[in-house]
């Protein structure tokens, strides 16, 4: 993954800004303005606004256009990050509920601000680069009428949204990390042609949505109807031209690509660890030299645990796949799945791709009375028999493909492997042996935020992406007031300050049953 542009500069002025700066100044690098909004209402066509580094509790909403030869840029230089929490009291953020979600635990969540960091403000010819947006609604949000958008070096955490794009059209996002959003990247009323390049996506997960059902359906979630949501790619219907490249995306509570657009490329995508690595329900979507390994499939309370797809088509579905590497799991319920509903059936077309490793209760297919096209492919289970199943097409082959260790996530063919060509491309393969999915997949965190006067504390105790647990709450005592932003994994430990300014060790422990929480051991402010 890039680092993110530093875009040329424009053919018009540079100005710069700074948390610390002000507004009487002159905008220069020596004399930075403070406020974005105001900054940016000063713009014209080729400026460039340079954000200083430094944490930014603002939000902006551009109020000019950019030409396609002189665009309107925000960049910023060093760490600058968009806060939603930093000086906020609980009122000005999205309010706050606490729900006892059954067989999952206390659940609270709208702890963040409201507004994206930044709004295209349907303005076009816009650049946006190195910035972070942590706990907002989006970092960037497109609205309607926006056009000609580039998004390079984003960084999200915590947020509703990493981007939001409304209606956008001619956009651009390249070299972005979105994690533990609740839906990571959302396209609708819309929206077209859109380019993702260099992008990742990790650890979605919408409370929201919980939240919803536990207000609207509290009885059917008493028998155990409790759907967990949470996307990496979401599209909607009316979105059209989608391109992706060189993407990841992977832990989800749902899906890392669910999208109901048509007209899609993909290209490079490594898809893993989601209910649905893939689902796809437009047309014309073709997906080349990629990956999808392990789907979890979801448990719901007293039920079988849902889905856990590598592939799912759904059924308005007409996709083709070539040159696709598809590796089950343990928790994997199919490798490809074919739906049939509502008098519609999905259309897959699979053409010289691998079909691997199926869970051990799962299965590489299972076709739900769509129209599934198989040339050239390579299956390859212990519980496929010959005679061969009726999805094995004549020019399809029941062998093993021969992967280099497959245990250790390294799926490059051997030299004398009998399906060379078929698959994804080594180069995509080596992507996948040298990437960490343990430090991208769920995890155990608790963030801690205070303001002085109150606090709220939420714990995300992921496991596998799909259960919540409460924790030992923090006493007024140990109430911590200067590091509002506190998190901290399971089995690691973090130094904390209160408001008297000990200090403390903070240790998140999940294996002590009703000990379970957020442990603090006082430390000499000397050390």
Not at 61 to 90: C, H, R, W, Y
Not at 251 to 261: C, E, I, N, R, V
């Amino acid at each position: 993954l890039g680092a993110g542009a530093v875009f040329a500069q424009g053919k018009g002025r540079s100005f710069y800004l700074s948390p610390g700066g002000s507004d009487q100044n002159n905008g220069s690098e020596a004399k930075p303005w403070k406020s974005i909004q105001k900054a940016v209402e000063r713009l014209s066509p080729g400026d460039t606004l340079i954000l200083l580094e430094g944490t930014y509790d603002e939000s902006v909403t551009f109020s000019v256009s950019g030409t396609a030869e002189a665009p309107i840029t925000i960049q910023g230089k060093g760490n600058v990050v968009f806060d939603g929490f930093k000086g906020k009291p609980l009122a000005g953020r999205d309010e706050t509920e606490v729900l006892n979600v059954p067989a999952i635990g206390q659940v609270k969540y709208g702890l963040f601000k409201k507004e994206a960091a930044i709004n295209t403000g349907g303005h076009k010819h816009l650049q946006i680069g190195g910035i972070t947006a942590n706990y907002v609604r989006a970092g960037v949000e497109v609205s309607p009428g926006s056009e000609h958008i580039i998004i390079d070096g984003l960084r999200t955490h915590g947020n509703r949204f990493a981007m939001v794009i409304e209606g956008g059209k001619h956009i651009t996002i390249r070299n972005t990390i979105a994690d533990m959003s609740r839906n990571a990247f959302r396209m609708f009323k819309g929206a077209s042609n859109i380019l993702f390049e260099r992008v990742q996506a990790y650890r979605s997960r919408d409370v929201d949505y919980i939240a919803q059902q536990m207000r609207e359906k509290r009885d059917e979630i008493k028998g155990g109807d409790l759907y967990l949501n949470g996307d990496g790619f979401i599209a909607e219907r009316d979105v059209s031209h989608l391109t992706f490249r060189d993407i990841f995306s992977g832990s989800h509570w749902d899906a890392g690509f669910d999208l109901k657009a048509s007209d899609i490329e993909m290209a490079g995508v490594i898809a893993f660890g989601s209910k649905n690595n893939i689902k796809l329900w437009g047309d014309r979507i073709n997906v080349s030299d990629s990956f999808t390994i392990g789907a979890i499939a979801q448990p719901r309370p007293g039920r079988s645990a849902v889905e856990g797809h590598g592939l799912t088509v759904e059924e308005e579905g007409d996709v083709t796949f070539r040159n696709v590497t598809f590796i089950g799991g343990p928790q994997s319920a199919h490798n490809i799945r074919i739906y049939a509903k509502k008098g519609m059936a999905g259309k897959l077309a699979l053409k010289n791709s691998i079909v691997a490793l199926a869970g051990p209760s799962g299965a590489l297919f299972k076709n739900d009375g769509g129209t599934f096209i198989s040339e050239n492919n390579v299956w390859s289970d212990p519980n496929l028999r010959r005679p061969p199943p009726d999805f094995v097409s004549a020019s399809d082959q029941l062998i093993d493909p021969q992967f280099v260790n497959p245990a250790a996530s390294n799926f490059n063919l051997k030299p004398k492997s009998p399906t060379t060509g078929k698959g994804a491309s080594s180069k995509m393969a080596e992507r996948v042996s040298k990437f960490d999915f343990k430090d991208k997949g769920p995890r155990a965190e608790l963030r801690v935020e205070i303001d002085r006067r109150r606090f709220a504390q939420t714990a995300f105790l992921t496991g596998l992406g799909i259960s919540f647990s409460d924790f030992a709450p923090v006493t007024s005592a140990q109430a911590v007031s200067e590091e509002r932003d506190v998190w901290v994994r399971a089995g690691e430990m973090k130094i904390i300050r209160d408001e008297s300014g000990d200090l403390w060790d903070a240790k998140l422990v999940t294996d002590k049953g009703s000990d379970n929480g957020v442990h603090l051991t006082s430390r000499d402010p000397a050390d």
